[in-house]
């Protein structure tokens, strides 16, 4: 099976489309930041998100795997702004044309904060899960329930010395930075630290780096690059994991 990994499209449709056709995945995942952009205006952004929602539906029809689509904080900030307040971006024209389609879809579950891959030991997600932030709010124990928490546990925080970046170790899966998540990257009962794949901060190219046995990829935003993962069809085992840059 191969699995396709997304970062940040904000409106690049063009793009989406080409990296979708060129690899034919039978799994997806795009890890949010649909919306805001400096050169692409309100109503494309708008008509990217939709045509997104179109090739999930046509993807899922073919009877091929998942298609997930993850929420970020550049689309959080249309859905429930009157809580987040507005980050980078943000502005009327996108509100007009993003609040509707976003809130409409998120009711209907397309809209996820994470992934998780039980068998591989991977969390996707638009930033990345820091075991701060997981003790403070999912008091479960378990990582599906970060789908189904309180909107509040999404808020930004400057808690522990953290800045207006997000760096701060307690900040949640919109939010953190890698700074923040090298500190303390979440880890399960058995004491072992989770492979993370994650967009949210733009480097000039995807990268990659190891901390605890574990790996993590930033792969922040689709024109920069994207990962194409191989997985065992019987087993669900990882066989690769590739960036491909733009």
């Known amino acids: 099976m191969k699995r396709l990994v997304i970062g940040d499209p ?3 449709w063009d793009a989406l489309k080409k990296i979708y056709n060129k690899e034919k995945p039978d799994e997806v995942i795009i890890l949010g930041d649909y919306f805001d952009s400096f050169n692409i205006d309100s109503f494309s952004q708008r008509e990217c998100f939709e045509n ?3 090739l999930r539906k046509k993807h899922l029809s073919k009877k091929k795997g998942r298609f997930i689509m993850l929420i970020g904080n550049h689309d959080l900030h249309y859905m429930a702004d009157e809580l987040f307040g507005r980050c980078s971006g943000w502005n009327q024209l996108t509100y007009s044309e993003a609040s509707y389609v976003l809130c409409h879809n998120w009711d209907k579950e397309i ?3 994470i992934f998780v891959d039980e068998v591989n030991k991977t969390i996707y997600s638009h930033a990345g899960v820091s075991m701060n932030w997981f003790n403070q709010w999912i008091k479960s124990g378990n990582l599906g329930d ?6 509040k546990a999404f808020a930004f925080t400057y808690k522990d ?3 207006f970046y997000g760096s701060s170790s307690w900040n949640g899966p919109l939010w953190i930075r890698p700074e923040g998540l090298k500190k303390c990257p979440y880890k399960d009962k058995d004491g072992i630290v989770w492979n993370q794949v994650f967009g949210h901060t733009e480097p000039y190219a995807p990268f990659k780096w190891e ?3 574990a790996s993590f990829y ?3 935003c689709i024109n920069t690059g994207y990962i194409v993962e191989e997985i ?3 087993t669900g085992i990882l066989i690769s994991r590739l960036i491909t840059l733009l």
């Open 161 to 163: 010395g953290g800045d």
């Open 211 to 213: 901390q605890d046995n």
């Open 218 to 220: 930033d792969i922040d």
């Open 146 to 151: 970060i789908n189904t928490i309180e909107v």
């Open 232 to 234: 065992d069809d019987e």
């Open 111 to 113: 809209l996820k904060m």
């Open 52 to 54: 997104i929602i179109k």
């Open 10 to 12: 904000h409106g690049r």
